[in-house]
């Protein structure tokens, strides 16, 4: 309501205004209809949030934070051994790893060879992350040297996937936990105007993003003949990151304009699905008679794709329909409420699930983040993080009490 509700007027405002470096190519679909229907969307996020922040999930066995740093260390481990084999061509040539931190070359993609299966796994790094911020923002006991070392080497690792990879929400991902922490701090602070940035909530982070987004813009853009000594730094990212935007909820809108819906295909909502190794994915894909993306044809024929964002609310809705689709936000929106609050009482569940469910709303103007193959893989993290510290407090638990110390809750 405060946010998202605000942003959605901004970005649909920026559309009719004629802005000299937003980039708008292709037919404009988002109507005032359109936007009506992502407003009432909105509404019901917002409504299913505020109900599920007065529900409370059910505890198991209470971790102890030693617990917590134990699960972070596996977590973090794994993903550093997904580092080390997804840019092993780096390691093991140091002139190549000088040459491409200094930006004498500069490698596609498509020359970096992948582990299916493992390179994925780079992925849990915000599972590590989430419980690290955590234990730094709340009270408990002192944080190992092992979680320090492990957060010194896991950011800058990330920090090379992203200039090498060219892929900007890495760093979202590994900052989100970070951001939520300190809010936390913020929140329980006894100065006034540090409490203040709380209620300002994301938009606080608004002039970080714009500076993120454009510096990452500026190596593939800013030497364009399009923006080339036409415009200012800052006009240039905020121009960009609302044309990515704007493009995102007009390429939804078309598609609801273009294509016969619901399409039952999951394109999008199961994403990680159709992509699952071991023929897993095929397999799916076939089931439900998925052959194509639309995708890919509607953006040659009707937009830019360059632009290639479905929007995270009319992607659902063309896949689900606008019932089904109301549905599915509800339900993300209350366990997001859910996950909120036991965030707040300093549950394990809720230092370890909660980011995500929070970049899913933050992402939810572009895509559903949620179905991506990068949240699923942070989902099993956060999964086997869960597992190895309630486990171990289950057995801290049984020899207590065989012990004949009575059990806690």
């Not at 993609?109 to 299966?117: C, F, N, W």
């Not at 923002?137 to 920090?159: D, E, N, Q, Y």
Request: with cysteine; aromatic share 16%; glycine share 10%.
């Amino acid at each position: 309501m405060g946010f998202l509700l605000p942003v959605l007027f901004l970005i649909a405002y920026v559309g009719e205004a004629n802005i000299s470096t937003v980039t708008i190519r292709g037919t404009r679909f988002l109507t005032l209809g359109y936007i009506e229907l992502a407003a009432v969307f909105l509404l019901v996020i917002a409504l299913s949030g505020w109900v599920g922040g007065r529900l409370r999930l059910q505890s198991g066995a209470s971790a102890n934070p030693g617990d917590w740093d134990r699960a972070a260390i596996v977590v973090a481990s794994i993903a550093l051994l997904a580092y080390v084999v997804w840019f092993k061509e780096y390691w093991l040539n140091p002139s190549l790893l000088l040459q491409t931190l200094l930006g004498a070359i500069h490698r596609e993609r498509s020359e970096s060879e992948l582990t299916p299966g493992l390179t994925s796994l780079a992925n849990f790094a915000p599972v590590f992350f989430s419980l690290y911020a955590f234990r730094v923002a709340f009270p408990g006991p002192r944080i190992t040297r092992a979680m320090h070392l492990l957060c010194a080497v896991m950011i800058p690792l990330t920090a090379f996937r992203v200039y090498v990879w060219q892929e900007r929400l890495a760093f979202i991902e590994a900052t989100v936990p970070f951001a939520l922490a300190g809010g936390a701090m913020a929140f329980r602070s006894g100065r006034t105007a540090v409490r203040a940035l709380v209620l300002g909530g994301p938009f606080v982070a608004l002039p970080g993003l714009v500076l993120y987004f454009g510096a990452a813009e500026y190596v593939r853009s800013w030497a364009s003949p399009t923006y080339s000594g036409k415009t200012g730094f800052w006009d240039f990212a905020i121009g960009r990151i609302a044309s990515y935007y704007y493009t995102s909820f007009n390429n939804g809108a078309g598609a609801l304009a273009t294509t016969k819906w619901p399409t039952y295909d999951f394109e999008n909502t199961l994403s990680w699905l159709h992509r699952a190794p071991f023929g897993i994915g095929q397999q799916f894909s076939a089931l439900i008679g998925f052959t194509h993306s639309w995708g890919e044809p509607f953006l040659y024929a009707y937009g830019d794709p360059e632009f290639n964002s479905p929007s995270g609310i009319y992607a659902v809705i063309c896949e689900m329909g606008v019932g089904p689709a109301m549905g599915y936000f509800a339900v993300v929106a209350v366990i997001a409420g859910m996950l909120s609050r036991a965030y707040g009482e300093g549950r394990l569940i809720g230092a370890a699930l909660y980011p995500i469910f929070f970049m899913s709303l933050l992402e939810i103007f572009r895509y559903p983040y949620l179905g991506t193959p990068r949240a699923f893989t942070w989902t099993l993290g956060v999964g086997l993080a869960l597992l190895l510290a309630r486990r171990r407090a289950a057995v801290a638990a049984e020899q207590n009490f065989d012990a004949g110390e009575p059990r806690t809750a």
